[in-house]
């Protein structure tokens, strides 16, 4: 990083002004203190040291999109709404088959502190009321999305071609607490079944426009008024039903509940028969339109320059950590509109919009744009839309009203398949110049056609995956493991379609292969212990760098130069360290096409040199003169350097300026590998190679490193101490893999 001190680059760029009363500062401030952790050392840290309940005082939102276990029912795609005038209640739907699911009374959801709340799903936090049966497979309910109006929410959905509107609400009736269920459906061709409820021996009886039913359920007796022109309640395999009858109007519908005591039975239930609750027939006209912005004031936060001491500096967009609502900055996407304004999601489920962002950064605003996503790892701009990847689908979000907050929550495409699995996260939001998205998890790299109807699976075989990069054509993928288990240390995958990577065992072919395909380059642990992102630079910036690939380091907070070679279209992979540090672990990152430069979205998370909870940081390119080697190519009697400047001939060409070692790791199911010997397989440890002699090529920058009798190698270092041709020193080092050589001697 830059010369100045970290501590003192910490305080710099932790100065922050909010808009907002100093009290509410006050309050919050405690909260949002990152807990302090026993050891800064990634290695060293310890599952204490990511125990963080703090999510528990965060204003989330109206909904949360999780998954969720209520009384033993696992609920992958769950969608925990707020109801009630003061949230006194919450109703659960399940968005895989747009089914509702449970209602309860008093607190909404509680969150785990294992590693910040992250790990392991929300539990209801109140007193179950009503549960629902999990839906026929067969179903064909499809979730369209969420439209927000104040505290009201309104989920849309289709089944079959009918276009269904359901909008939730918990009110009181003499002392009763009824939730309601209002639905707008619209013409109907055929039959169709609402389940209602788990019960057993419902008393059901028609009334007038509608239905009564009594019924006992785990928490006790309920009471049921349904307001339905054309509906008939049916009881089947322990399960409650409304059939809706064909219709060829739109009909307007109210299923109210409660639960009651047996002595006041008789009451409730003429309770609820007084009628429709709420004007249903007028409700929806009013809830599709967007209300009121509900996140101000915007947050004013001054920015902070680097020094320019070096060809990269950081430049910190100062993250309102303190903020009214106690919304935890845990950042892990971020992208541009083409007016500039910035949007970053966050891992407990926020999307903030980002403006006045310019050359000085002195004058930031932040608006909540978003809330209760579902642990949202990736986030892109594609024609001015903004698209968020949840561990349950793609979200398109749409501000209908110009107020800075999304009113829409679209159901872009939900083919994602969710696991209820602790780390099983979703990542890594992509696209190509063709609209192609790109997202990566557990069972492997993916792509979501341009309209979301189709998710094409491209290859398998990553341990948890935090990193994954896509070429502007969309012809090179990359995918960036976590080290463990069947993955001996961190790597780059360039993808090979169909390939297998390796995690979970080797698949021997009938050619007798390693059982997996290998990465482009293996990344000592020490240098790369968590990856992020690959992000590629645009061809119009950034100088000499410009059309590389960079890969983020997540657990050392910084970032590498990747450099690509080819041998008989075999590619393999070189990186080295780029001057830089962040105040968090970057998992994303991406080019402001307004001033061309890259920003970063960072958190901490475990095992991270991270000194805040997240970062919004702008890597700048100085423009000052770049001493880096920007090109490789293996041979099978050494190696070719290819640097930005022209090379001092003595300092080039004296063997003694290379140091070179290499080693092999062990491919099992042990976590990790040590390093082993390639001259002695049994031995762990790392081979010195002799450097036999150096030329340097007629272009003056191009340096051949004779190193005789190469073989392929997992993992090779090469230190150099240069001069440039200028008089400037060149001390550095890269680590590459040999995947092959050219057996052209240089």
């Not at 072919?509 to 290998?518: N, V």
């Not at 997992?714 to 230190?719: A, G, L, P, V």
Request: aromatic share 8%.
């Amino acid at each position: 990083m830059n010369s100045i001190g970290t501590k003192a680059f910490i305080q710099i760029c932790a100065v922050t002004v909010l808009l907002i009363p100093n009290a509410l500062l006050a309050a919050s401030a405690a909260a949002a203190a990152a807990p302090t952790r026993s050891n800064p050392s990634p290695e060293a840290q310890q599952e204490s040291d990511w125990v963080d309940a703090r999510w528990n005082q965060t204003e989330v939102g109206p909904f949360l999109a999780s998954s969720l276990s209520i009384a033993g029912a696992r609920i992958a795609k769950g969608l925990s709404i707020k109801v009630g005038d003061n949230a006194e209640g919450t109703v659960c739907y399940d968005t895989a088959d747009a089914s509702w699911r449970a209602a309860w009374l008093g607190g909404f959801l509680r969150f785990d502190a294992a590693r910040y709340g992250l790990l392991r799903a929300p539990a209801m936090d109140g007193e179950l009321i009503l549960q629902a049966p999990v839906p026929n497979p067969k179903s064909d309910a499809h979730y369209r999305g969420l439209h927000l109006n104040g505290k009201r929410a309104v989920l849309e959905y289709t089944i079959g071609k009918t276009r269904v509107l359901e909008s939730p609400w918990l009110t009181t009736l003499d002392s009763l607490r009824v939730f309601t269920r209002n639905l707008n459906i619209e013409p109907l061709d055929h039959s169709l079944f609402l389940s209602l409820a788990t019960t057993e021996k419902p008393e059901i009886r028609s009334v007038p426009n509608g239905w009564t039913v009594q019924t006992k359920s785990k928490s006790g007796t309920i009471a049921f008024r349904i307001q339905a022109a054309e509906a008939k309640v049916v009881h089947q395999d322990s399960v409650l039903y409304l059939n809706l009858l064909p219709r060829s109007e739109p009909q307007s519908i109210q299923i109210a509940f409660c639960r009651v005591d047996d002595s006041k039975l008789e009451s409730a239930m003429q309770t609820l028969n007084k009628g429709i609750l709420e004007p249903v027939s007028d409700a929806f006209a009013s809830l599709l339109s967007p209300g009121t912005a509900r996140w101000l004031p915007e947050l004013e936060t001054h920015g902070q320059r680097g020094l320019d001491l070096d060809i990269l500096t950081v430049d910190t967009l100062t993250v309102p950590y303190d903020n009214p609502w106690k919304a935890l900055m845990f950042l892990a996407g971020v992208d541009f509109t083409p007016d500039g304004t910035g949007y970053v999601c966050s891992i407990h489920g926020d999307v903030w919009r980002v403006t006045g962002i310019d050359a000085s950064l002195r004058n930031l605003r932040w608006h909540r744009f978003a809330t209760g996503l579902f642990q949202p790892l990736g986030l892109k701009v594609r024609n001015g839309e903004i698209f968020v990847l949840g561990r349950d689908q793609i979200t398109r979000l749409h501000d209908k009203n110009s107020d800075g907050e999304a009113d829409y929550y679209e159901n872009f495409c939900n083919q994602i398949q969710t696991s209820t699995g602790g780390h099983d996260f979703v990542t890594c939001l992509e696209k190509d110049d063709a609209g192609n998205f790109y997202y990566v998890d557990p069972r492997g790299l993916h792509r979501v056609s341009i309209d979301g109807n189709r998710v094409d699976h491209l290859a398998s075989g990553w341990r948890n995956p935090n990193g994954m990069g896509v070429s502007p054509d969309g012809k090179v993928l990359t995918v960036a493991p976590q080290q463990g288990e069947w993955t001996p240390s961190s790597q780059i995958s360039q993808v090979r379609l169909g390939g297998y990577y390796g995690y979970g065992g080797p698949r021997k072919g009938p050619d007798g292969s390693a059982g997996y395909d290998g990465p482009l380059c293996w990344i000592p642990h020490a240098v790369d212990n968590s990856s992020g992102s690959q992000v590629w630079v645009p061809p119009a910036a950034w100088g000499p760098l410009a059309g590389q690939m960079l890969h983020l380091l997540w657990g050392r907070c910084g970032l590498m130069l990747v450099l690509r070679d080819e041998v008989a279209g075999i590619s393999q992979g070189a990186v080295l360290n780029l001057p830089g540090r962040l105040l968090s672990g970057p998992n994303r990152g991406s080019f402001n096409a307004r001033d061309g430069q890259l920003y970063i979205a960072g958190s901490t998370g475990w095992q991270t040199a991270a000194a805040r909870d997240g970062c919004l940081q702008r890597i700048r390119f100085t423009g000052k003169p770049v001493y880096l080697p920007t090109a490789w190519h293996a041979h099978s009697n050494g190696i070719a350097l290819t640097f930005t400047q022209p090379l001092d001939r003595a300092a080039a060409t004296d063997p003694g300026s290379y140091g070179v070692r290499q080693w092999n790791y062990r491919y099992t199911s042990t976590y990790g590998s040590k390093d082993w010997s390639i001259a002695n397989p049994q031995k762990e440890g790392r081979d010195d190679l002799l450097v036999k002699s150096a030329r340097l090529l007629p272009d003056g920058k191009t340096v051949f490193i004779e190193i005789p009798d190469l073989t392929p190698v997992m993992q090779m270092e090469i230190k150099y101490s240069l001069n440039a041709a200028d008089g400037k020193a060149m001390r550095n080092q890269l680590w590459l893999t040999l995947n092959a050589l050219d057996v052209g001697k240089n």
